[in-house]
């Protein structure tokens, strides 16, 4: 199976302005060039224009149509001369076929330049599916049994805004005070948010979620399958274009966003762009080393209300025998600090233990410790589906599928 | 003990437990006198018995004495590994733990168990009772009276919504007479609770 060629058909994602490289603006900038007696490299023309257009008027060189102050966003000129940029790119390690112009293009958020060939939409909506594709398959193929609340916060903890706004500020990101075509293009570009400004003050409206102006109604966490985001939140990106009117976009892109809004889009759009320009191949690698490296203690994730209940209502369902909390050593019984080792037995094994101050304490840190055994059981030579997309993958095995969580 | 009394250079009738007439009982109330040498002497315990060769083993062999802590729960349990695994043959047993589960005391005080042993016609009767008579026939009488449990009556019928009343007044009656340290301690206990469905 021969890899696709993805820079051909993404141009979709990739405005012709962006793509410095083609062969046509080539030969249209090799022959201003000739046509100019400027010397200076024609990049930079658009500023030297721009300051000496008052003193002299010049003839040879075509006075711009826009000066760099009425443009929303840095122009594409600008990416080669960014120390920025070329600083960010080379921190990043980023495939060299990912040029800097695109580079530019993933720092402008829609805030900044509602313009969708200019602005990083396209690419992070992209990138956006891509990571939460690739997290979720690791979650599900490494942790077969988590409760689908632990993945949901394991999804957000891995690929959420939180966190993409953490990364891009330990890359060294730097934000713009405003956007604007005089900016550096190595700032990330979008328009605050007033301050003082309540996020949480509208209801929300418009998401997938039907009757969802009914406050009272129980929301199960089986429906946030159906209706709510990757990260278990009210989906708002689900309502179809026709539907949503395009001022409505409009007012939600001019009020500005937060930066950690602008800073997650940043993340998606760069893993985007490494997808359309370097391959999948380099995208797997950019997101194994930047996203799954990250330590997340899944462990911590859970929460029992009644543990011991849940126990037994699994080795009910498992066909086990009933489990029984027996104390293993003690100290202290009488004192001010006892400590109790509690186990929990299901006939002759061990399901879990724990220590207490008091027996109720010890038994239930037992029993979460035998649910949690349950839950983060996980299975060897763990394989994702997407592994399969590489050249000269071994045969699918199935992967391990459970049952799920206790229902009680 | 001889050396202790050789040491002791203080004025031997300042400490009449060091007497030779002085019986267990006083020795045993003496205050401890730190020195160098006794404080070594105590602190050389008995290596674990891992830790030195075996006799039957002259080659080296790993040291494995792991501090006493909780099991990781990340370890699964082998009784939850699916019946494939492979981990599931490789434990049989080799795995160290064998405890005697017989001889560990319970949890609990009375032994659970389930009885299964009321039909239909007594749950309705437990419910006419309760609803007749909320006053007398209470959550635990009604378990005393049908042998089982009061969770048992909480899950097969709900208090008249009188009672309800009357037992909401009963609680805040209650409540008003706390103080606040007694308040915040209740409070506090169950903050303590819901951590340790959290594990931490």
Known sequence: MKRLQLQRWSSSALSSRARTGGRLQRHLYSSNRFQSTNPTPLQSEADQSFAEEPSIPSTTTPSPKFTKYQLPSPPIQAARESAKLAALHARLYLPSRLPLETLARCLVDPSADSNSQFNNVPLAVLG??????????????????????????????????KTLMAMAREWGLEHAAAPGGEVDPGFLQFKRVAPGTDTNAEPLIGTTRPNEDQKTWRKSITSSVVYDNEFGDPDMAGVPSSESSESAIQTQYTEGVTVEQASASFVRALMGAIYLHAGRPAAKRFFEQHILSRHLEIANLFSFNQPARDLSRLCARENYEPPVAKIISETGRKSRHPVF???IFSGQDKLGESVGASLAEARTRAAVAALKGWYLYSPLNVRVPSSMEEKGAAPWKPVYVDLGEVIV | MAAFITVSKRPILGLPFLLPSCDSVSLELRRSQSSYRRTKQRLRVKPD????????????????????????VYHTPTKFLPSDDIRRSLRTDTTADHLNTEGLPSVLKSPLGKKYHLGPSDITEIRKLRLGDPITWSRSKLAKRFDCSPTFVAMVCEAGPQKKEIQKQVLEAVQSRWGAKRRMAREDRKLRKETWGRDE
Request: glycine share 4%; aromatic share 12%.
């Open chain 1, 341 to 343: 080792v509690v186990g």
């Open chain 1, 128 to 161: 956006h599916d891509l990571l939460t594709h690739y997290t979720s398959e690791h979650l599900i193929c490494t942790y077969p049994r988590l409760p689908l609340t632990v993945i949901f916060a394991a999804m957000f903890a891995y690929a959420g805004p």
């Open chain 2, 49 to 72: 018995a891992s830790f030195g060769l075996s006799s039957d083993k002259t080659q080296d062999h790993i040291i494995y004495n792991p501090p006493s802590s909780s099991p990781s």
